[in-house]
């Protein structure tokens, strides 16, 4: 089974952006439906994107569209979240997570794998 580990979080200012990666070991992320989700404080685990392994567009939520681009790199077996124009709201612990069947599920529930996340803070 595969293993994901993130990093490329940290403090930012309001309007920056930050790439962020997820590391796949154990199997390849060619493999997998890939997603990205974040938990806010005192808030519950949102999707943020994902791509599926069948190919095909990438599916973002309403609130990141336009500003977040998801992406792989098989040669490196990793994804990476790359995030501009970022804002307050976007503060969070941020997920890597994986499925085995090629539908791009937004519920955290439809994701066995996960990494221990990485942490973005934006500052206004």
């Known amino acids: 089974q595969v293993q994901l580990v993130e990093s490329g979080g940290g403090p930012v200012e309001a309007g920056g952006s930050l790439r962020l990666s997820c590391i796949a070991s154990?199997?390849?992320?060619?493999?997998?439906?890939m997603a990205w989700f974040r938990q806010g404080p005192a808030k519950e685990r949102e999707f943020v994107s994902a791509?599926?392994?069948?190919?095909?567009?990438?599916v973002y939520s309403e609130s990141v569209k336009g500003r977040f681009t998801i992406s792989r790199d098989n040669a490196k077996n990793t994804v990476y979240l790359q995030m501009m124009s970022l804002t307050p709201e976007d503060t969070a612990l941020y997920y890597c997570?994986?499925?085995?069947?090629?539908?791009?599920?937004?519920?955290?529930?439809?994701?066995?794998?996960w990494g221990q996340g990485t942490q973005v803070t934006v500052s206004s």
């Open positions: 154990g199997d390849t992320v060619s493999s997998y439906t």
């Open positions: 997570a994986a499925r085995r069947p090629t539908v791009t599920h937004r519920t955290p529930r439809s994701y066995p794998y």
């Open positions: 791509f599926s392994s069948a190919g095909g567009s990438p």
